[in-house]
Nanobody, 124 residues
Framework: QVQLVESGGGSVQAGGSLRLSCAAS????????MGWFRQAPGKEREGVAA???????TYAESVKGRFTISQDNAKNTLYLQMNSLKPEDTAMYYC??????????????????WGQGTQVTVSS
């Protein structure tokens, strides 16, 4: 069975950086689209960044230029490098995987497999 486990979250001051990791088992990243999503209390889950099976990436406008999604297929691990963090980036961050059309990569309802999340807190 497919399992996703996030790590790397924590507390950081505004302007700082964090690198999130998502270790996958039960499948290979080369056959699935992978995405990072976040959800703050009282808000809807939103797509942050995603990478298609062919390596194409897409980002939410709010993080473009600050976050970078990447993957290491040999290690079956997905990463999210987050730089220039802002307080509004504070949320629980989730890793997800599924076969997803390119135009829906940032739509959380398209993903079936999810990790348990890792908390990111950015203070001012």
């Amino acid at each position: 069975q497919v399992q996703l486990v996030e790590s790397g979250g924590g507390s950081v001051q505004a302007g700082g950086s964090l690198r999130l990791s998502c270790a996958a088992s039960g499948y290979t990243y080369s056959s699935y689209a992978m995405g990072w999503f976040r959800q703050a209390p009282g808000k809807e889950r939103e797509g942050v960044a995603a990478i298609d099976s062919d390596g194409t990436t897409t980002y939410a406008e709010s993080v473009k230029g600050r976050f970078t999604i990447s993957q290491d297929n040999a290690k079956n691990t997905l990463y999210l490098q987050m730089n220039s963090l802002k307080p509004e980036d504070t949320a629980m961050y989730y890793c997800a995987a599924d076969h997803v059309p390119r135009w829906l990569l940032l739509h959380h309802t398209e993903y079936y497999y999810w990790g348990q999340g890792t908390q990111v807190t950015v203070s001012s």
